[in-house]
């Protein structure tokens, strides 16, 4: 079975300029979840999504925004990009239970998109 | 919120050697999940190891375990028999149970260990 996919895997922007990085999950998983990873901060999660719906969000600013499609792959947009949201952009996929069962479902990371913005 | 502390930013151990990464982390939730995550220079990251806080056995993965102490808040991770290609970023990390609705719920992830395995 193939893994998370991450498209592109490296991308340079200018500031003021939008991005959108897209994650495929593994097939049979409906749950897509976002991070960022900076020397700085750390890891820090951005937001899930699962069905088409947006379950869970990170302190982020607006610029930040996603979506998920009716076959899992997600999307998640930057707009206005600045200096600082140069970054590792990590997504993860579950397999989510069955509705009305509360189960741990790992979650497998894709190999991250690299946003640089000069 | 949940917070989580790495306090050993960097370590270093000889190959076939053992050696210990730290957490501590803070929680008021009484059932949680417990990570650590090994991060390679591909920058792929993979999961180690999981321990669930109402299981009081500590976690073991071939040559990887922890010493889960739940009331001390502590969850380090012994690699024994250490290889080369343990060299990698550790990031230990917590997790909420998941809702009902059985969605995924977010990582919270400390700063992370780099370990340097060396012949």
């Known amino acids: 079975k193939a893994g998370v996919t991450q498209t592109p895997r490296y991308l340079i922007k200018t500031r003021g300029q939008q991005v959108t990085l897209s994650c495929s999950p593994i097939?049979?998983?409906?749950?897509v979840s976002w991070y960022q990873q900076t020397p700085g901060q750390g890891l820090q999660f951005l937001f899930e999504?699962?069905?088409?719906?947006?379950?869970n969000k990170g302190n982020f600013p607006g610029r930040f925004s996603g979506r998920q499609f009716s076959n899992s792959r997600s999307e998640m947009n930057v707009s206005t990009l600045e200096l600082g949201d140069s970054a590792l952009y990590l997504c993860?996929?579950?397999?989510?239970?069955?509705?009305?069962?509360?189960?741990?479902?790992?979650?497998?990371f894709g190999p991250g998109t690299r946003l640089t913005v000069l | 919120a949940q917070t989580v502390t790495q306090s050993q930013p960097e370590m270093s151990v000889q190959e076939a050697e053992t050696v210990t990464l730290s957490c501590t982390y803070d929680t008021s939730e009484s059932n949680y999940y417990l990570f650590w995550y090994k991060q390679p220079p591909s920058r792929q990251m993979i999961l180690v190891i999981r321990q669930e806080a109402y299981k009081q056995q500590n976690a073991t993965e071939n040559r990887f375990s922890v010493n889960f102490q739940k009331a001390a808040k502590s969850f380090s991770l012994k690699i024994s028999d250490s290889q080369l290609g343990d060299t990698a970023m550790y990031f230990c990390a917590f997790m909420k149970l998941p809702s009902l609705t059985g969605t995924a719920s977010k990582l919270t992830f400390g700063t992370g260990t780099r370990l340097q395995v060396t012949l």
């Open positions: 993860a996929s579950s397999l989510v239970g069955t509705s009305g069962v509360s189960s741990y479902n790992e979650q497998f």
């Open positions: 097939s049979g998983h409906r749950s």
């Open positions: 999504y699962f069905s088409e719906t947006q379950r």
